[in-house]
Nanobody, 119 residues
């Protein structure tokens, strides 16, 4: 059994910063790509950022230069540092990870954490 637990969401004023964390635990053999999606009310889920096991990163255009994704492989944790936040960043943020256990390879999701950017 594998679990992803997120933390770090909240309410912040425009221009502020938040750091999201997502820790994987359980019967983990290896973790490949990790990343973050977000979903705003009335909108489809959007891929925000990904990071490969080798550390290569990719971002949606709207967050380039403001968000930074990173990972700590020793802690099985992925982070999303969000700076200069804008009201349009308001959404529920979900982490995911492609994880191999001893018996299967699958995609796992966090429970979601609310980020609200408002004055």
């Amino acid at each position: 059994q594998v679990h992803l637990v997120e933390s770090g969401g909240g309410l912040v004023q425009p221009g502020g910063s938040l750091r999201l964390s997502c820790a994987a635990s359980g019967s983990i053999f290896s973790i490949n790509t990790m990343g973050w999606y977000r979903q705003a009310p009335g909108k489809e889920r959007e891929l925000v950022a990904i990071i490969t096991s080798g550390g290569s990163t990719s971002y949606v255009d709207s967050v380039k230069g403001r968000f930074t994704i990173s990972r700590d492989n020793a802690k099985n944790t992925v982070y999303l540092q969000m700076n200069n936040l804008k009201p349009e960043d308001t959404a529920v943020y979900y982490c995911y990870a492609h994880i191999a256990s001893r018996t299967r390879y699958s995609t796992y999701w966090g429970q979601g954490t609310q980020v609200t950017v408002s004055s």
